[in-house]
């Protein structure tokens, strides 16, 4: 069978996305979603994602990690969905869908920015070394002193497998301050096993974890990623933080048709 697939990216976090509202695809087929993220025997990318119908919203998100299994929600790949489906003429400026986390609202501007509404958040767990809390997916957040050189693969990894998380693992954000309203972002994904490029729901943790740890009282937060920049926003209501938008570029690369 012969598939059309399109390519996006927000901030180097790419994604292989199919339209699938006549619901062709073998949703279950893990290998075939792993193969197509495959960046040397498929077309490459950090996860996949498809559109389909949805009664009640616009359309539903369905995402997949790089290695073949449906996941948690993903803060960038929500905006490449939505950048498409205004590509599409599903949607027009506005939007609201669905995803495994609930109901989503965003809006895309005249310079293809999009604004992502991520999940409230609150209950979030404050140690002296780490923070964890979830924005549609696990995160662990914790500051380290020299970024640049830091090896986010291997010592990602190790709290990712390690005995703090369990089997479920979590994803793992490492963060330097730069100013009070910005800060420097790597994150190792779990499902991709390696450092992305950006990582939407990190950068949302990320910039959370550092209003509730006092390393800023500001809840507009820009956050430089490897791949580029984004930015949060949020209001506080006690413990918990609502309003919560993601903010950033989507963009669209190429498409093309592959044999499955």
Sequence with gaps: MLIQFYKYQGTGNDFVIIDNRTNFFPKEDTKLIERLCDR???????????????PETDFKMVYYNSDGNQSTMCGNGGRCLVAFAKQL???????SFNAVD???HASVDKDGIVSLQMIDVDGIKINPDYSFLNTGSPHHVQLVDDLEHYNVKENGAAIRYGELYGKAGSNINFVKKIDDSTFA??????GVEDETLACGTGATAAAIA??????????????NVEGGKLSVSFEKEG?????????????????????I
């Design 210 to 223: 550092m209003n509730a740890t006092g390393q800023t009282d500001l809840t507009a937060i820009n956050m």
């Design 102 to 104: 609930g109901l989503h």
């Design 239 to 259: 413990n918990k933080y609502v309003n919560v938008f993601l903010n950033g570029p989507a963009k669209f690369v190429f498409e093309g048709t592959i044999e």
């Design 89 to 95: 003429n599903v949607i027009g400026d506005t939007t």
């Design 185 to 190: 972002l790597r994150t190792y994904e779990r």
């Design 40 to 54: 040397r025997f498929g077309i490459g990318a950090d996860g996949l994602m498809l559109l389909e119908n949805d």
